[in-house]
């Protein structure tokens, strides 16, 4: 699932190490499906050169999907865009005195022509972010594609057994009424 040269597929960055807390749950999500990712602060506004440089270097050895994680005036993901052609997929991040709507606007409001795949804000942006970038991996990769597949139908199982508790537990209520 990854190039031979860097055995890395996917690029996992946030803006600061503020937003670790969060962005950490897309490594996680990638680790459970054998997926290796760099993971690194680098910011489009502090350290623009050091972005730069690691977009066109991680794409020349094989990264393949670039996520990208910021608050505030969230212009990671949209500069990583800039530099790739690459998917970019970009999860914005609460913490700001707006909780994670600026950012969700400044992610998802990219002009035609470079786009950025907008995901919720927070944890669940991150690990849907995760889980797209096995999803477009898995085009090209029958075995991740069966470890999606197989995730899904764990997924639906713990719906199915959080129903029946529930189901049983008003079942039980009604009884003693
Ligand atoms: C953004 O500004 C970062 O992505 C972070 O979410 C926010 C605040 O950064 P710090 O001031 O905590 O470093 O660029």
Redesign the pocket.
């Known amino acids: 699932m990854a190039d031979a040269e860097s055995g890395v597929a996917v690029a996992v960055l946030?803006?600061?190490d503020?937003?670790f807390d969060v962005m950490k749950e897309a490594a996680e999500v990638l680790g459970e499906f054998g997926v290796r990712c760099d993971v690194r602060v680098l910011?489009a506004?502090r350290s623009p050169s050091a972005l730069r440089t690691f977009v066109e270097e991680s794409a020349r050895t094989g990264t393949r999907v670039f996520i990208a994680g910021?608050?505030?005036a969230?212009h990671?993901a949209g500069t990583v865009a800039a530099h790739t052609a690459l998917p970019v997929l970009g999860v914005p991040?609460p913490?700001s005195m707006l909780n994670g709507l600026d950012a969700l606007l400044a992610t998802v409001q990219m002009p035609a022509g470079i786009p950025v795949a907008t995901f919720a804000i927070g944890t669940a942006g991150a690990r849907n972010a995760a889980l797209f970038a096995v999803a477009l991996l898995a085009l090209s990769d029958p075995a991740l594609a069966e470890r999606l597949g197989a995730y899904r139908v764990r997924q639906a199982e713990k719906v199915a057994s959080a129903d029946r508790r529930v189901c049983d537990a008003v079942a039980a209520r009604r009884a003693e009424t």
């Open positions: 946030m803006g600061s503020s937003d910011s506004h910021a608050g505030g969230a990671l991040l913490g």
